[in-house]
Protein backbone atom coordinates (compact mmCIF):
# COMPACT_ATOMS: atom_id res chain seq x y z
CA UNK A 1 0.00 0.00 0.00
CA UNK A 2 1.45 3.64 -1.03
CA UNK A 3 0.90 6.00 1.46
CA UNK A 4 2.92 8.93 1.26
CA UNK A 5 3.09 11.37 3.71
CA UNK A 6 0.21 9.24 5.90
CA UNK A 7 1.21 8.77 9.68
CA UNK A 8 1.98 5.72 10.73
CA UNK A 9 -0.70 5.10 12.66
CA UNK A 10 -3.26 5.49 10.02
CA UNK A 11 -1.27 3.41 7.94
CA UNK A 12 -1.05 0.60 10.40
CA UNK A 13 -5.27 0.78 10.98
CA UNK A 14 -6.30 0.47 7.31
CA UNK A 15 -4.01 -3.20 7.02
CA UNK A 16 -5.05 -4.01 10.26
CA UNK A 17 -8.74 -3.11 9.58
CA UNK A 18 -8.47 -4.66 6.24
CA UNK A 19 -6.73 -7.89 7.23
CA UNK A 20 -9.50 -8.24 9.85
CA UNK A 21 -12.03 -7.72 7.28
CA UNK A 22 -10.34 -10.30 4.42
CA UNK A 23 -9.83 -7.66 1.93
CA UNK A 24 -7.21 -6.61 0.17
CA UNK A 25 -5.92 -2.76 1.76
CA UNK A 26 -6.03 -0.27 -0.62
CA UNK A 27 -3.44 0.41 -3.35
CA UNK A 28 -2.95 3.97 -1.96
CA UNK A 29 -3.70 5.84 1.13
CA UNK A 30 -3.40 9.79 0.35
CA UNK A 31 -3.15 11.93 3.36
CA UNK A 32 -3.23 15.60 2.68
CA UNK A 33 -3.27 18.09 6.09
CA UNK A 34 -5.88 21.45 5.85
CA UNK A 35 -5.78 24.12 8.62
CA UNK A 36 -9.66 23.50 9.67
CA UNK A 37 -10.11 21.39 12.61
CA UNK A 38 -12.07 18.47 11.11
CA UNK A 39 -11.24 15.77 8.44
CA UNK A 40 -12.99 14.88 5.32
CA UNK A 41 -11.85 11.81 3.35
CA UNK A 42 -12.74 9.80 -0.06
CA UNK A 43 -13.16 6.51 -1.34
CA UNK A 44 -12.62 5.62 -4.61
CA UNK A 45 -12.86 1.89 -5.80
CA UNK A 46 -12.28 2.66 -9.31
CA UNK A 47 -8.86 3.54 -8.46
CA UNK A 48 -8.05 1.46 -5.57
CA UNK A 49 -7.43 4.99 -3.54
CA UNK A 50 -8.62 6.17 -0.19
CA UNK A 51 -7.78 9.93 0.59
CA UNK A 52 -8.11 12.29 3.86
CA UNK A 53 -7.74 15.22 3.91
CA UNK A 54 -7.06 15.74 8.12
CA UNK A 55 -7.27 18.56 10.26
CA UNK A 56 -5.79 19.48 13.47
CA UNK A 57 -8.40 17.20 15.56
CA UNK A 58 -6.50 14.01 15.08
CA UNK A 59 -9.83 11.92 16.89
CA UNK A 60 -11.46 12.99 13.41
CA UNK A 61 -9.18 11.79 11.44
CA UNK A 62 -8.87 8.62 12.85
CA UNK A 63 -12.75 8.61 12.78
CA UNK A 64 -12.72 9.62 8.77
CA UNK A 65 -10.49 7.41 8.15
CA UNK A 66 -12.34 4.30 9.79
CA UNK A 67 -15.75 5.65 7.95
CA UNK A 68 -13.79 5.40 5.01
CA UNK A 69 -12.51 1.85 5.53
CA UNK A 70 -16.17 0.87 6.09
CA UNK A 71 -16.81 1.74 2.36
CA UNK A 72 -14.00 0.22 1.67
CA UNK A 73 -14.58 -3.44 2.78
CA UNK A 74 -18.35 -3.04 2.88
CA UNK A 75 -20.01 -4.30 -0.63
CA UNK A 76 -21.39 -2.05 -3.21
CA UNK A 77 -24.76 -0.63 -2.24
CA UNK A 78 -27.00 -0.95 -4.98
CA UNK A 79 -30.05 0.17 -3.63
CA UNK A 80 -31.14 3.84 -4.60
CA UNK A 81 -33.15 6.76 -3.12
CA UNK A 82 -34.87 9.40 -4.84
CA UNK A 83 -32.67 8.44 -8.03
CA UNK A 84 -29.19 8.54 -6.16
CA UNK A 85 -27.35 5.77 -4.31
CA UNK A 86 -27.80 4.56 -0.41
CA UNK A 87 -24.16 5.01 0.92
CA UNK A 88 -24.52 5.30 4.17
CA UNK A 89 -27.91 2.75 4.48
CA UNK A 90 -27.84 0.09 7.41
CA UNK A 91 -25.69 -2.57 5.11
CA UNK A 92 -22.59 0.62 5.73
CA UNK A 93 -23.75 0.80 9.19
CA UNK A 94 -23.62 -2.65 10.00
CA UNK A 95 -20.04 -2.83 8.96
CA UNK A 96 -19.03 0.83 10.35
CA UNK A 97 -20.47 0.74 13.62
CA UNK A 98 -18.38 -2.09 14.82
CA UNK A 99 -15.15 -0.82 13.33
CA UNK A 100 -15.76 2.48 15.75
CA UNK A 101 -16.45 0.22 18.43
CA UNK A 102 -13.48 -1.60 18.18
CA UNK A 103 -10.38 1.18 17.18
CA UNK A 104 -12.16 3.88 19.06
CA UNK A 105 -11.94 4.48 22.66
CA UNK A 106 -15.34 6.16 22.74
CA UNK A 107 -18.63 4.89 20.78
CA UNK A 108 -20.76 7.80 22.42
CA UNK A 109 -17.78 10.29 21.20
CA UNK A 110 -17.75 8.36 17.55
CA UNK A 111 -21.36 8.07 17.09
CA UNK A 112 -21.33 11.71 17.54
CA UNK A 113 -19.27 12.42 15.21
CA UNK A 114 -20.94 10.35 12.87
CA UNK A 115 -24.28 11.97 13.38
CA UNK A 116 -23.02 15.48 12.96
CA UNK A 117 -22.73 14.13 9.27
CA UNK A 118 -25.11 11.54 8.95
CA UNK A 119 -27.98 11.54 11.46
CA UNK A 120 -29.40 8.34 9.79
CA UNK A 121 -26.41 6.29 12.03
CA UNK A 122 -28.21 6.61 15.48
CA UNK A 123 -31.57 4.96 13.79
CA UNK A 124 -29.22 2.26 12.55
CA UNK A 125 -27.07 1.90 15.70
CA UNK A 126 -30.47 1.65 18.10
CA UNK A 127 -31.28 -1.10 15.64
CA UNK A 128 -28.31 -2.76 16.57
CA UNK A 129 -28.94 -2.70 20.23
CA UNK A 130 -27.01 0.36 21.44
CA UNK A 131 -28.37 2.90 23.50
CA UNK A 132 -27.95 6.40 21.78
CA UNK A 133 -30.87 8.22 23.91
CA UNK A 134 -28.24 10.55 25.00
CA UNK A 135 -27.52 11.75 21.64
CA UNK A 136 -30.70 11.96 20.07
CA UNK A 137 -31.43 13.92 23.72
CA UNK A 138 -28.57 16.27 22.47
CA UNK A 139 -29.68 17.22 18.80
CA UNK A 140 -33.49 17.54 20.25
CA UNK A 141 -31.76 19.97 22.32
CA UNK A 142 -30.07 22.07 19.75
CA UNK A 143 -32.98 21.67 17.14
CA UNK A 144 -35.01 23.42 20.17
CA UNK A 145 -32.00 26.13 20.41
CA UNK A 146 -31.67 26.59 17.16
CA UNK A 147 -35.53 27.00 16.76
CA UNK A 148 -36.34 29.35 19.53
CA UNK A 149 -33.66 31.24 19.39
CA UNK A 150 -33.64 34.78 18.55
CA UNK A 151 -31.96 36.87 15.81
CA UNK A 152 -31.33 38.29 12.59
CA UNK A 153 -29.64 37.87 9.36
CA UNK A 154 -27.41 39.35 7.37
CA UNK A 155 -25.21 38.85 4.38
CA UNK A 156 -21.96 37.49 5.17
CA UNK A 157 -20.41 37.16 1.79
CA UNK A 158 -22.03 39.44 -0.53
CA UNK A 159 -23.37 38.20 -4.20
CA UNK A 160 -21.02 36.49 -5.92
CA UNK A 161 -19.95 34.24 -8.84
CA UNK A 162 -19.71 30.66 -8.35
CA UNK A 163 -16.64 29.20 -8.58
CA UNK A 164 -16.26 25.45 -7.34
CA UNK A 165 -13.27 23.77 -5.67
CA UNK A 166 -12.61 20.64 -4.08
CA UNK A 167 -13.04 20.36 -0.75
CA UNK A 168 -11.78 16.86 0.95
CA UNK A 169 -14.95 14.83 -0.81
CA UNK A 170 -17.08 17.92 -1.34
CA UNK A 171 -17.12 20.54 -3.47
CA UNK A 172 -16.89 24.22 -2.38
CA UNK A 173 -17.43 27.77 -3.48
CA UNK A 174 -14.07 29.27 -3.97
CA UNK A 175 -15.02 32.40 -2.81
CA UNK A 176 -17.26 32.03 0.31
CA UNK A 177 -16.00 28.03 1.16
CA UNK A 178 -19.71 26.84 1.11
CA UNK A 179 -20.00 23.38 0.69
CA UNK A 180 -22.39 22.34 -2.64
CA UNK A 181 -24.24 19.19 -2.47
CA UNK A 182 -27.76 17.73 -4.45
CA UNK A 183 -29.33 20.33 -6.72
CA UNK A 184 -27.24 23.31 -5.74
CA UNK A 185 -24.42 21.56 -7.06
CA UNK A 186 -25.68 19.97 -9.98
CA UNK A 187 -26.46 23.77 -11.15
CA UNK A 188 -23.48 25.09 -9.95
CA UNK A 189 -21.72 22.70 -12.61
CA UNK A 190 -23.95 23.22 -15.25
CA UNK A 191 -23.90 27.17 -14.62
CA UNK A 192 -20.35 27.41 -13.99
CA UNK A 193 -19.65 30.99 -12.88
CA UNK A 194 -22.70 32.58 -14.33
CA UNK A 195 -24.44 30.72 -11.11
CA UNK A 196 -24.63 33.54 -8.31
CA UNK A 197 -24.97 33.06 -4.37
CA UNK A 198 -25.09 35.52 -1.32
CA UNK A 199 -23.32 33.89 1.81
CA UNK A 200 -26.29 35.03 5.04
CA UNK A 201 -25.44 34.64 8.62
CA UNK A 202 -27.86 34.68 11.74
CA UNK A 203 -26.72 36.80 15.11
CA UNK A 204 -28.54 36.57 18.10
CA UNK A 205 -30.18 39.54 18.91
CA UNK A 206 -28.15 40.40 21.75
CA UNK A 207 -24.86 39.86 19.95
CA UNK A 208 -26.53 42.14 16.74
CA UNK A 209 -26.88 45.05 19.78
Known amino acids: MRSGSAPAWARNLAVQVCTEAGVTPPEVLRWRRAAREGATG ?3 PQLRS ?3 TAGRDEADARHTLLHELAHWITPEVRRRRHGEALHHGAAFYRTAIPL ?3 HEPDLTAALRREAGHYPSVLRHAAAMGI ?3 QLRQERRERRTAMSSGRGRWR ?3 P ?3 VVLVRDGRWY ?3 TCGRRLVGRVLRRAARRGARDRHTLWTREPLE ?3
Open 50 to 52: IAV
Open 172 to 174: ACA
Open 42 to 44: LTN
Open 159 to 161: EHP
Open 100 to 102: YQR
Open 155 to 157: VLV
Open 207 to 209: AAG
Open 131 to 133: DVE
